[in-house]
């Protein structure tokens, strides 16, 4: 599901169906995080930026390759690599994308974030919370043991454990956003078009 807002309320849409429509063309489609667990990206941004009305503005935001970076540790260090972690995007994947989908005047940009907490089931249970699982079809389909968990958490706490006594979350935040195309949007000017010299503006010819 995803918020799509129109001029005076908020409708929700399922849009990775063969039969979404909307009855307008949206002004603004705000998709937090939600990206993060889906298994078709580039069907569910062409699914909304195909509800956009020219000019509509697409907002996203997912989680990046630095998230989890303790969870894909405390993996490795009992042994199994992969774990049991949703993927994950590259900054330059989510830039791309945005290319892809022939969004105008696109814009990436990112956050990192560290989360603490008092205990690593506070931790997980937090993540289990916030839906942070991985659901993808794709997945190692192996149980996940109350003894495989509990050899987790001690590497997890050995590793990472601060001297206050918390464990931390890394979380990278990807923002991006982007315009329908619009004819009424700027575009960049005919290059040898500029009417101002920057020999001009800076005085001498060594700082162009």
């Given at each position: ?85 949703i993927p994950l ?67 997890y706490t050995q ?50």
């Amino acid at each position: 599901m995803v918020a799509l807002g129109e001029k005076r309320h908020w409708v929700e849409k399922e849009i990775l169906t063969d039969n979404f429509a909307v009855e307008t063309e949206l002004d603004a489609i705000l998709c937090p995080l939600w990206l993060s667990v889906v298994n078709d990206v580039p069907l569910a941004l062409h699914q909304m930026v195909r509800s956009l009305r020219a000019d509509g503005v697409l907002l996203i935001s997912v989680l990046g390759m630095e998230s989890f970076r303790e969870f894909r540790a405390a993996w490795t260090e009992i042994g199994e690599p992969h774990g049991h972690i949703i993927p994950l995007t590259d900054v330059r994947e989510v830039g791309g994308l945005l290319q892809k989908i022939k969004l105008a005047l696109p814009v990436v940009d990112r956050d990192i974030i560290t989360l603490t907490f008092p205990t690593f089931t506070a931790l997980y249970s937090f993540l289990r919370r916030e839906g942070l699982r991985n659901v993808f079809t794709g997945r190692h389909q192996g149980l996940l043991t109350p003894r495989k968990l509990q050899a987790m958490e001690q590497a997890y706490t050995q590793l990472f454990k601060r001297p206050d006594g918390r464990l931390p979350l890394t979380l990278e935040v990807i923002y991006a956003h982007g315009l329908r195309p619009s004819i009424n949007q700027p575009t960049a000017a005919k290059r040898g078009s500029g009417k101002v010299s920057l020999v001009r503006i800076l005085g001498d010819k060594n700082q162009v």
